[in-house]
């Protein structure tokens, strides 16, 4: 079945893609909240719903920043063509700024919060993906490779595990986006990836697990 990429509805043309990511990050929220974390819901949930607001006005707002030309000389631009990866990777900082701060503010476990997040994120991905190979928009193998991957990747990441193994599973799963993005230029909810951001990724998931590490044996050290 191959849907068309764009819709008429009344005088609005809505993206398919947008339908096929509101479709699945409901029930990527509804299977992370309703059936694995539901002691979190109460108090985790709105600040996550909340990030996953101000993440999109930035990311559709990120146009101005980054191309203010086009953005002022056709503001609906910045609605049916947001900025590029520079404008995806800005939210993501933005975000994460905002959980760091909603974390200190509500006493909420900054690291649960980032877990949560990533898992909301690769299983929405997931499901994204399995909508556009079943409407015929990502017919290419690549494609099973990086669902795979981010199914693997949620799998690791709802563990009940500390933060040096979740830095651990992070950073295989970016080494190995990165290594296969190398091949496939990666394509996630709308945008093209470069590889360069995977690798950092895992860079700073390697060095969150070591200090994490040493800090562990020092303490023990000391209490020894």
């Known amino acids: 079945m191959i849907m068309p990429h ?12 947008w339908i096929a990511a509101g479709a699945a990050l409901l029930p990527a929220y509804i299977i992370l909240f309703y059936v694995l974390f539901r002691e979190e819901k109460k108090h985790y949930s709105p600040v996550l719903s909340n990030g996953f607001i101000l993440f999109l006005l930035t990311y559709q707002g990120s146009t101005l920043l980054f191309h203010p030309s086009v953005a002022l000389t056709d503001p609906l631009a910045m609605l049916a063509f947001p900025a590029d990866w520079k404008g ?32 909301l994120y690769v299983l929405s991905f ?14 290419s193998t690549a494609f099973l490779f990086y669902m795979l991957l981010h199914v693997l990747g949620f799998w690791g990441m709802v563990l009940k595990i500390r933060l040096r193994a979740l830095c651990i599973v992070l950073f295989f799963f970016s080494l190995s986006a990165g290594i296969l993005n190398e091949l496939y230029t990666l394509r996630t909810f709308f ?21 994490t590490f040493f ?7 000391h209490g020894s």
């Open 6 to 17: 764009a819709l008429d509805i009344g005088p609005l043309l809505i993206q398919t893609e």
């Open 88 to 119: 995806w990777l800005f939210s993501w900082v933005i975000l994460l700024v905002f959980l760091f701060y909603s974390a200190k503010k509500q006493s909420l476990s900054f690291q649960k919060l980032l877990r949560l997040s990533a898992a």
């Open 126 to 139: 997931f499901l994204f993906g399995f909508l556009l190979r079943f409407t015929g928009f990502e017919p």
């Open 191 to 211: 945008v093209y990836l470069p590889a360069w951001p995977f690798y950092i990724t895992a860079a700073a998931c390697l060095t969150g697990a070591a200090v």
């Open 215 to 221: 800090t562990k044996e020092a303490d023990r050290s």
